[in-house]
């Protein structure tokens, strides 16, 4: 497989490899977590039975494994991730499922090397926004669609919007008094501002371009449950954290629990999260 290398992307790609096991051992609270994006993003582009489905940039597959179970035999599923031991946790999920519609692959969403018009659907969650050149990602989700095809993405939402992972960033950045992450590197708030998903979409020349908020909210029963899941997914703080000084790490850890005690309640923390799920059709004519 061909994969854009460059020093940024290198360091881009290996803060994931870094989580795989992580993601690994989270999976299932994951699918549950993102349930309502997964459905938003069906729902956006009325998956059926029989459609020929890519997911990039997949994690442990939750998005595709699900529509594995919608589009049914008649319809296959693709499953890819720039990490290889991400896809290797996925094509272990699909076989533990049973799903013999799914086959995996190492992926980059920035030079998908999948032919043109290979897809009926393609589905990103969580992906576009960590990438160095989200509008060349979304011109190649274009080009490997269709015509008549459409695409999902889903991005977090602005970071006010999500405090179950803003607390941790902003705790970290008073730790360390720099920005994180720094300017000019992608992160989870890249896409956040509003219409900014939507215009993407619309400068690959997508048509048929909408975009709606779906709430994400994070249950923790515990503050120590938060810490010990939040920063283990988080790719590039994961290994940021492992790598500082334990009187630093307290320091955040302390900063981010008085921050989140405003969501604490009686049966655990209930904190605010958002996602933007765009959609667009590539034109039948293109
Ligand atoms: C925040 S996780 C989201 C995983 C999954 N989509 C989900 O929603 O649960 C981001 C994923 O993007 C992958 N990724 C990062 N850069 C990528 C690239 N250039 N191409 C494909 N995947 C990439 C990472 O390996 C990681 O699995």
Redesign the pocket.
């Known amino acids: 497989m061909v994969v854009i290398t460059d020093p940024v992307?290198e360091q881009?790609?290996a803060v994931?490899a870094a989580v795989a096991p992580s993601?690994g051992e989270h999976a299932g609270a994951?699918d549950i977590r993102?349930a309502g994006v997964t459905r938003a993003m069906f729902d956006a582009v009325d998956l059926a039975r029989g459609d020929q489905v890519l997911e990039?940039?997949?994690?442990?597959g939750?998005?595709g494994l699900t529509a594995a179970e919608v589009v049914g035999p008649g319809g296959s599923v693709v499953v890819?991730?720039?990490?290889p031991q991400?896809v290797a946790i996925t094509a272990e999920r699909a076989q533990r499922r049973g799903l013999a519609n799914v086959t995996t692959r190492v992926?980059?969403?920035?030079h998908i090397e999948c032919p043109a018009a290979s897809f009926d659907i393609v589905f990103?969650?969580?992906?576009l926004m960590?990438?160095p050149d989200p509008a060349a990602a979304v011109r190649e989700v274009h080009r490997v669609l269709r015509p008549g095809g459409r695409a999902a993405f889903?991005v977090w939402a602005e970071r006010r919007h999500n405090t179950w992972l803003g607390a941790l960033l902003d705790a970290v950045t008073a730790e360390l008094g720099v920005a994180i992450p720094p300017p000019g590197m992608p992160g989870p708030f890249s896409l956040a501002e509003p219409g900014v998903l939507e215009e993407l979409l619309r400068a690959a020349a997508f048509a048929e371009v909408t975009g709606r908020d779906v709430e994400t909210p994070l249950h923790v029963r515990s503050f120590d449950e938060w810490w010990s899941v939040v920063p283990a997914l988080a790719?590039p703080l994961a290994s940021l954290l492992e790598s500082l000084p334990a009187e630093m790490t307290t320091a955040i850890r302390t900063s981010a629990q008085a921050d989140l005690a405003t969501f604490a309640g009686a049966d655990g923390y209930d904190l605010p999260g958002m996602s933007v799920v765009a959609t667009g059709r590539r034109r039948s004519t293109t």
């Open positions: 992307r881009l790609h994931w993601w994951i993102g990039l940039a997949a994690g442990p939750s998005v890819s991730d720039i990490e991400m992926l980059d969403l920035e990103c969650r969580d992906g960590l990438v889903a790719g």
